[in-house]
């Protein structure tokens, strides 16, 4: 069943009625904005966001919630009442408009659910576009296309030819060079304002340090620079073309006006109707084009504001060059850090206020000044301080408060060449200890036959000089001619996997040969093994004399 929604006159006032006044009129048009103010304002540009995704759509509660069910920007999940009271206040401020469209519902509940049904309007569409370019590039630095001044220069020229043609221009033709003129036109002047807001928001700072000052002067000293030079170059040439255009003016906008009525058609059948012709179709979107070029008021062209601009940029770069100067002979401004420790101060209890105090601005007492007493005078705890001896206070500290040291700090010293030659010379050291182990290990049945390697002979006396301190000496049992024995002579290199064993032999020479010498020992068998393992065994190979 087809059910029309029904609607209140008295909710929805006539537009001749809300815009009887100018007055009522701009408040009506200033309430738009009232959403992007209101605490639930994230809530509120959620449903904007929602119709502006849409053209000419109307929408019901229950395909808002649902679309806001998608939105992370929605605390929560949406409930119906909720967002039908949102959308009741956005009908209220104008941003939104209740719908005439036909409900079709198949039950009671459905229609009830759909009866209420809004549309974006044009204010709140714009509204909602100017707010979502805010949230996207409102602390930007945004590029000035000066790029676009030459096509606007030559788009001019252009036009101006083509209406001192025999016959005059052609009507399509023009049209389609005066809209793509003012559409770079008003894209040049829209970045040449976003440009110099940002840069006037930077001039206002005054603590600005080492790194965003240089960054701020190649700005200006560069960029800047090449603005100025551009629009001082294509200025006047644009202001002769416009003048020798000017007088051709009105008629070509009259061949153009006839060739596209567009909607200026349906503004003349209806005069209660406003139409916005796009630009470049009134006399009055030239006369801007004109006065940004040329003073015709004596109030001065958007070029001398642009040039006026531009010097106190560098006017204000200076006044921080020099503030930066003072900063580095001592008379630094430190307001951001005592702004800093204004809000400290607010969020700390007293116990730790006095300390923020202290280390603040050492405010010690005076029993705690910390300099450190003369060790050659002691002054008796009875001697008054007018009588006393005085303290000698550091020039630093007398001057700035500081006992600091002023300057750069020295670089941390580079010691990763020496480390590698350290490494390279532990690692070559390890490489000789196991070659000589090698060495002994594969030689260590026959030592009477062959040489030994300096190398391999030092490690050999290394282990044999341990195993002579580790073992312990007694008496024969039972008594030998030679009076006594070795016990426990042995030393073990576990990384070398290499153990040397020493048994007293009576009668048994020993001879190590080596290419610094030979070595004679007398009365001592030596043997060498590998270390022993867990479930191994030693195989020990002896030295014959």
């Known amino acids: 069943m087809d059910h029309p929604v029904p609607h209140c006159s008295d909710e929805l006032p006539d537009s001749a009625s809300a815009l009887s006044s100018t007055g009522d009129g701009v408040w009506q048009r200033l309430a738009a904005y ?7 304002r994230l809530e509120y540009v959620a449903v904007m966001r929602v119709f502006c995704s ?13 679309r806001l069910a998608r939105d992370t920007a929605w605390q929560g999940q949406p409930g119906a009442d909720m967002v039908t009271a949102r959308l009741e206040q956005l009908v209220k401020w104008g941003n939104l408009l209740r719908s005439s469209h036909t409900v079709k519902a198949a039950s009671i509940a459905e229609y009830q659910r759909s009866r209420a049904r809004y549309q974006l309007s044009k204010l709140g569409e714009q509204v909602q576009r100017d707010a979502e370019e805010v949230l996207a590039s409102a602390d930007a630095a945004r590029e000035v296309s000066s790029e676009l001044l030459a096509l606007v220069d030559r788009g001019l020229r252009e036009i101006a030819t ?3 043609w025999p016959g005059g221009a052609d009507p399509q033709e023009a049209l389609e060079k005066v809209s793509t003129l003012f559409v770079q036109f008003a894209e040049f002047a829209e970045s040449v304002r976003d440009f110099y807001a940002y840069l006037g928001q930077v001039l206002s700072r ?23 030079e551009e629009v001082a170059f294509r200025s006047p040439r644009i202001a002769a073309t416009l003048g020798r255009l000017w007088p051709d003016l009105e008629e070509l906008l009259k061949l153009i006006g006839a060739h596209a009525t567009g909607l200026g058609a349906l503004g003349d059948g209806l005069p209660e109707i406003r139409v916005q012709r796009s630009r470049g179709r ?8 004109r006065d940004w070029f040329v003073d015709t008021d004596g109030r001065g062209s958007q070029v001398d504001q642009l040039r006026d601009a531009t010097l106190r940029a560098l006017q204000s770069l200076l006044a921080n060059a020099k503030r930066m100067l003072r900063s580095a002979a001592g008379e630094m401004s430190r307001r951001r850090d005592l702004l800093r420790l204004a809000a400290w101060f607010d969020a700390a209890d007293p116990e730790e206020a006095h300390d923020l105090a202290v280390a603040a601005f050492g405010l010690y007492s005076a029993r705690h000044l910390g300099l450190a007493p003369d060790p050659d005078g002691t002054v008796p705890a009875y001697v008054s301080w007018w009588n006393g001896p005085t303290v000698e206070v550091p020039v630093a500290l007398r001057e700035r408060g500081s006992r600091a040291p002023r300057g750069r700090a020295a670089a941390v010293e580079d010691h990763s060449e020496q480390k590698a030659r350290l490494l390279a010379a532990a690692r070559e ?10 060495e002994l290990r594969s030689v260590a049945s026959r030592f009477g036959q062959v040489r030994l390697s300096a190398p391999a002979m030092a490690l ?35 990384e070398l996997d290499l153990r040397l064993t020493l048994r007293r032999v009576p009668g048994r020479t020993t001879v190590l040969r080596s290419v610094d010498g030979d070595l004679v020992v007398d009365d001592v068998e030596i043997g060498i093994t590998t270390a022993e393992r867990p479930g191994q065994g030693d195989a020990v190979e002896e030295v014959s004399a």
């Open 34 to 40: 009232s959403y992007l103010s209101a605490p639930e």
């Open 54 to 66: 849409t053209l000419l759509a109307d929408l019901a509660v229950p395909d808002v919630v649902a």
């Open 162 to 164: 083509a209406v001192g």
């Open 206 to 228: 005054y603590d600005l340090d080492g790194a965003e000052y240089q960054g701020f002067k190649e700005l200006l000293l560069d960029y800047v620079e090449a603005i100025t």
């Open 282 to 289: 009134e006399l009055a979107d030239w006369e801007a084009l």
């Open 429 to 438: 050291q390890a490489t000789a200890r196991q070659e000589a182990a090698d």
């Open 460 to 494: 050999l006396l290394e282990l044999l000089t341990t195993a002579l301190g580790n073992s312990m000496l007694r008496w024969a049992d039972p008594p030998a001619p030679h009076g006594f024995g070795l016990q426990d002579a042995q030393a073990v290199e576990a």
